[in-house]
């Protein structure tokens, strides 16, 4: 990952942004450059907003599993991007720093035997696209399927956000 990203896609200010984004522009507050590069492809943010609001305000897991997966997926992609953003949302759902800092560590331990089989499942995930046999079993033990698969989708969706984020060379907002 290059340390000074170029620029590749510039965030679309809101004024120029088409108008089959006006729904969605009211339901993100704030708008951040993550949907102003997005609006550069309307048909996409328009596709996208329905999972992205299914993870951030819905879907089944506690917000503050959902943080740890989204802030882990941030720091195993090297997304300072998402990192910064969900640092923020993830002390607004209860983490303290240093269960936030813990999962930069090679091998993170959660605060629980669950928080611990989220993060081992988002490794695996993240690494090899799939879960192997005994982190499925230790999901099972504590999420229903239908958290199972949230956290599979919220691990997919991130890591398709970073590469959005590192490839377009996109930037804090200041």
């Known amino acids: ?9 510039p965030p679309l200010p809101e004024s120029e ?3 089959s984004l006006s729904s969605i522009r009211s339901g993100l507050q704030p708008v951040l450059n993550v949907h102003r590069v997005m609006a550069n492809h309307p048909e996409l ?10 993870i951030a ?6 917000p503050r599993h959902r943080e740890l997966i989204i802030l882990r997926v941030a720091h195993r992609a090297g997304s300072e991007y998402e990192w910064h953003h969900h640092v923020l949302r993830g002390r607004a759902v209860g983490l303290a720093d240093h269960e936030i800092e813990a999962l930069r560590a090679a ?11 989220l993060l081992v499942a988002t490794d ?3 690494d090899g696209l799939s879960l192997s046999d005994s982190t499925w079993g230790a999901l099972r ?34």
């Open 57 to 62: 305000t819905g879907g089944s897991l506690l």
């Open 141 to 174: 033990v504590g999420f229903s399927l239908e958290q199972i698969l949230d956290v599979i989708v919220t691990v997919g969706v991130y890591v398709t956000l970073a590469m959005v984020i590192g490839a377009t060379g996109m930037s804090i907002e200041p």
């Open 45 to 54: 943010l328009v596709a996208w907003s329905p999972i992205r609001n299914h």
């Open 1 to 9: 990952m290059p340390d000074d990203p170029v620029l590749r896609i």
């Open 107 to 117: 091998t993170p331990a959660g605060t629980s035997e669950e928080e611990t089989s």
């Open 124 to 126: 695996e995930l993240f």
């Open 17 to 19: 942004w088409a108008p």
